[in-house]
């Protein structure tokens, strides 16, 4: 009797302490949970719809103090002027001289990037700008491997590959960044072209021009690729609308983007099957 009762009293001291454990652990998780939601709530809710967040005045970004600002004259504006260059922003020449196409320039790369769209350059702008680009070569800096836009259309200084001298040749340049239409050894056309990322390069060397599909959309990607001249696989030579908004701020994947469309266009007209393709760094 005395050993049953006994029994009875530690089941029960078990039960008891098993339903306080159960309590505190359920306790523990509520308390978790709410604490979880609390911190992760918002930057679930931000990341999903960063879109619909919309900053009151009071928090909008204030223009800063100009670093560099229209009629100064220096290196260090050259040295702007040739990173806005490799975002697609400048075009033309570099100098020391900051007028109106780096006015201009400079407003645009702030306005896409959310600056205050002032025109000179502040600290945030210029901050922005160089997580965005390299420091400039020689090179660049000295105009000797550029493609940028002069009043006869877009133009390099790039040498033109030995390659590209005989028949008609597309003659794509990575060092300008240019596709040229050549005709025995006759520049005929010249544009700013964008090529494929570290992931997808576009690949080098002489090629055929295998086929064409003016409305062509890639079956890969469901992207639209206008003006598609394939000269090896899946690469091709096509007008991006990517590459005409963003400018260097993207890549393709492995492709020549082209953002001039009339160019393009006009290019597709005189492209033949067949046609050598030339891609190479001059």
Partial sequence: MEASKRE???????????TRVTRFVVL????????????????????????????PASH???PGPA???????????????????QLGWYAGLVDDHY??????????FQAR?????????????LDRLRAMTRRPNRDELANRTVAGQGSGGTWTT???????RTGHVMCIDKSSRTIRWVVDGEVRKTMAVRFGSAYTPTREGVFHVGWKSRDHVSTLFHTAMPFAMFFSGGEAVHYSSDFAARGYAGA?????????YNGVKWLFSQVRVGDKVVVSWS
Wanted: hydrophobic share 45%; charged share 20%; glycine share 8%.
């Fill in 252 to 260: 393709s994947h492995g492709c020549v983007n082209v953002r001039d």
């Fill in 8 to 18: 009875d009293v530690q089941v029960n001291t078990e039960v008891n302490l098993g």
């Fill in 28 to 55: 523990v998780v509520a308390v978790a949970g709410v604490a979880l939601a609390s911190l992760e709530g918002p930057a679930t809710q931000a990341a999903v719809a960063p879109a619909q967040q919309v900053l």
């Fill in 113 to 125: 990037r959310g600056l205050p769209s002032v025109g000179y350059l502040d600290e945030p702008t």
């Fill in 67 to 85: 670093v560099l600002a229209p009629g100064a004259v220096s290196a260090r504006v050259r040295i702007v002027q040739a990173r806005l260059r």
């Fill in 158 to 164: 790039a040498r033109l590959d030995d390659r590209c």
């Fill in 60 to 62: 909008r970004l204030a």
């Fill in 99 to 108: 007028g109106p196409r780096t006015t201009a320039a400079v407003k645009g």
